[in-house]
C-alpha cells in the first residue's frame, strides 16, 4: 500500500510527462487531493479485504444476518472521486478531444478570403 508521498510524486511524474516536463500551478490542488483520495481509497479497501466484504451481525429478533461490509459504499465513492480527478488531470482515455484543423476547414476559410477580396477591389 502506497502513502500520500509517493501517488503525490507518481501523479506529478505523469502530469509533468503530459505539459512539457511542468506541472501548471492550477492543477496542484487537484494533484494532492487525488494522491490523498488514492491513499483513502487503498485503506479503505484494505480495511474490507481485511474484514470481507459481508459482515455478519445480529437482528433485531437475535438472529444472524449477513450484511455488505459499511465501508464498501465509501470504496466505491472514492473510486468515483479518483476517476473524476484522472480526468481532470487528463491521465485517463477520456481526455478532451483536440480539435485538428481540417482541409473542409481551410477551403472555407480561403473561399471567404478571396471572395472579400472581390468585394474590395
Keep these: ?9 507518481k501523479i506529478r511524474k505523469a502530469v509533468k ?3 512539457n516536463g ?7 490542488l487537484v494533484i494532492d487531493r487525488y494522491a490523498t483520495a488514492l491513499e483513502k481509497l487503498d485503506s479503505t479497501n484494505k480495511t474490507i479485504d481485511d474484514d470481507g466484504y459481508s459482515i455478519k451481525e445480529f437482528g433485531s429478533s437475535g438472529q444472524m444476518v449477513t450484511k455488505q461490509h459499511p465501508l464498501y459504499n465509501l470504496s466505491l465513492q472514492l473510486e468515483g472521486i479518483c476517476q473524476t480527478y484522472a480526468k481532470m488531470l487528463g491521465l485517463t482515455a477520456a481526455k478532451a478531444a483536440v480539435k485538428t484543423e481540417s482541409q473542409g476547414d481551410k477551403k472555407a476559410e480561403d473561399s471567404v478570403e ?5 468585394i474590395q477591389g
Excluded: N, S, V, W
Design 22 to 28: 511542468q506541472i501548471p500551478e492550477r492543477l496542484e
Design 114 to 118: 478571396e471572395y472579400l477580396r472581390t
Design 1 to 9: 500500500m502506497a502513502g500520500y508521498k509517493t501517488y503525490r510524486e
Design 17 to 19: 510527462a503530459d505539459h
